[in-house]
């Protein structure tokens, strides 16, 4: 017996050091425990939470990729490092890509009934109160709008509020908290033209699909939908298709950096041109609070209603009645009416008075050549703000003080 069990123990040791040798000749491998997954925070109450340290970045090793499943093998040189950040980042971001359906009623038919019709788009869920970030034109005239989550879970969606200007719309669901993953938001003072992006969306209704790309230009301006230019807007070459908007630009970290709102499309086809547009994030953040506790923008305004670029400033056409400008004795376009007698009748002569008008040149010292360059300078004042206004009048400058009111 004592001889049976020294043979056991020799036996034992012998096949535990193959085993070693075996291990350390063979490719390494490593199972990823659910426990090493970052997770959410039931109590995380705050708009945008504070971005976890424990995010990738260029220097992440192969070996310590995690995945939002749990249990994943990771050989290493099974992946490139670069395809273990887009695996990582949208691991980290998808469950936050909500898909955004609406129904709306147009005049058509017989007799100009309404015909009903459909649309879709993109948003991210921002926060734990059920808050959904999207653009304002993926629900511009929605009667319904239905917000369907990553597990598949749709619930009826109410608008909060809306800022065309800058083409944001925020939306409310009621779901579970287990189901909402709010969106990281980052910094996209940050970005960098060359840096890699990628965005999350559901073009042509393909859900949370996930396309990489650079940050082509930082300075891009596009038409809004109210016909002013939106300033500042990223354009990238990831591949945005109809159902993409309001979808999620996020860098390598999973941070949003960006809401992908538009694509260049000369020919009308709603097609990837590989020339898209994004709303930078730190627009979004000073417009998203306003938008939830007023359900608008509260804007300063100065009450000059319109103004005519001309090669010595901006002239005034029209002020509000009894507006900022209007008490501060601005002056636009007069209308002048004449009488004049020829014989026994009396005729009237109307005509606009332009020479009555004022012409703005600086606001604040900061030179305005355009009504968006004014209107820039004006918006990025507070109501109650006092502006000084240097404008030509009667061949001489003239500075005039004027304090700002707040917008409807």
């Known amino acids: 017996m004592t001889k049976y069990l020294l043979a056991c123990a020799c036996s034992a040791l012998a096949g535990a050091t193959l085993a070693f040798w075996l291990v350390k000749d063979s490719p390494q491998s490593i199972v990823l425990a659910q426990d090493a997954i970052p997770r959410r925070s039931a109590e ?8 976890s340290t424990d995010l990738i970045d260029d220097t992440t090793p192969a ?12 050989r290493a040189g099974e992946y490139t490092q670069d395809e273990l950040v887009n695996i990582e980042v949208y691991d980290r971001a998808n469950r936050s890509v909500v898909h955004i359906t609406t129904r709306t009623s147009r005049p058509g038919g017989f007799f100009m009934t309404e015909v009903p019709s459909a649309g879709e788009g993109s948003g991210s869920v921002l926060d734990m109160q059920g808050h959904i970030l999207t653009n304002f034109h993926v629900i511009e005239g929605a009667r319904e709008i239905r917000v369907t989550l990553f597990n598949g879970e749709a619930y009826d969606a109410g608008l909060v509020g809306k800022d065309p200007p800058n083409d944001i719309a925020v939306l409310k669901i009621k779901a579970p908290q287990k189901s909402l993953y709010p969106v990281q938001l980052g ?12 965005a999350i969306g559901n073009p042509f209704g393909l859900e949370r699909t996930l396309t990489v790309g650079i940050v082509s230009n930082l300075k891009q301006s596009i038409p809004s939908r109210t016909g002013r230019q939106m300033k500042s807007i990223i354009q990238i070459d990831a591949a945005l298709n109809s159902g993409s908007s309001g979808g999620p630009l996020l860098n390598s970290r999973a941070e949003l950096v960006g809401m992908n709102t538009a694509i260049a499309n000369p020919s009308q086809s709603g097609e990837n041109t590989g020339v898209g547009f994004s709303i930078p994030v730190n627009t979004i953040r000073r417009v998203i609070p306003q938008l939830i506790e007023h359900g608008r923008v509260i804007r300063p305004v100065i009450g000059i209603a319109s103004v005519y670029e001309t090669e010595r400033g901006l002239m005034i056409i029209d002020v509000a009645p009894g507006g900022p400008a209007d008490r501060a004795g601005l002056r636009g376009f007069e209308v002048v009416t004449q009488k004049e007698q020829r014989g026994p009748f009396v005729y009237e002569r109307t005509y606009v008075d332009r020479s009555h008008a004022d012409r703005i040149i600086f606001v604040d010292g900061a030179a305005v050549a355009t009504g968006d360059e004014f209107q820039d300078v004006v918006e990025s004042k507070k109501p109650g703000d006092r502006v000084i206004v240097r404008v030509i009048r009667d061949n001489r400058e003239l500075d005039v003080p004027v304090t700002l009111a707040a917008s409807d």
């Open 63 to 74: 070996l310590r990729s995690r995945t939002a499943s749990g249990g994943t093998v990771v």
């Open 187 to 198: 910094d996209s003072s940050r970005l960098r033209v060359g840096q890699k992006i990628l």
């Open 44 to 51: 995380v109450r705050e708009l945008n939470p504070r971005p």
